[in-house]
């Protein structure tokens, strides 16, 4: 099985980044919650994905997005729909075709942690690791909570 390495930015706090390894068969929830791991972060918010430039302004628009709230609605929480795909059925492979691709994930939609997920190569899985994997840091992430 192949794996996902991925550059993940998070916008408009300085220079924090981490390249994170995941399998290909991984949904984009398990891929959020290992973004969010990596930088130090409770994995305690809504979150989505977003087909969108830099991830910088209104990006609900986007043609391709997936969110948490769909697969709540699916659970039976009244909620809005947004018109996103779901993120506990959608795979990583799905959503990432090859080396460039990106989404914008976002985190937390108070306080609005903007993150460019890039797919930098595609690896081969080792059994041996526990993914994710988090191969490199760059820059100290802020604090979730200041």
């Known amino acids: 099985m192949k794996t996902f390495i991925f550059e993940v930015r998070l916008l408009k706090h300085g220079n924090a980044s981490r390249t994170i390894e995941i399998p290909e068969a991984f949904s984009l929830y398990r891929l959020a919650e290992g973004v969010i791991g990596a930088f130090g972060f409770a994995f305690d918010h809504a979150f989505g994905f977003f087909d969108s430039d830099q991830g910088i302004g209104h990006i609900f628009g986007a043609k391709r997005k997936y969110d948490l709230f769909t697969d709540m609605i699916e659970q039976g929480q009244d909620i809005e729909p947004t018109g996103a795909g779901s993120v506990k059925k959608t795979m990583v492979s799905e959503v990432w075709q090859k080396p460039g691709d990106r989404m914008v994930m976002l985190f937390?939609?108070?306080?609005?942690?903007?993150?460019?997920?890039?797919?930098?190569?595609?690896?081969?899985?080792?059994?041996?690791?526990?993914?994710?994997?988090?191969?490199?840091?760059?820059?100290?992430?802020?604090?979730?909570?200041?």
């Open 108 to 146: 937390d939609y108070g306080d609005d942690w903007r993150f460019n997920v890039l797919l930098k190569t595609v690896g081969a899985e080792d059994k041996k690791k526990k993914y994710p994997v988090v191969l490199e840091k760059t820059g100290r992430a802020p604090k979730q909570y200041a």
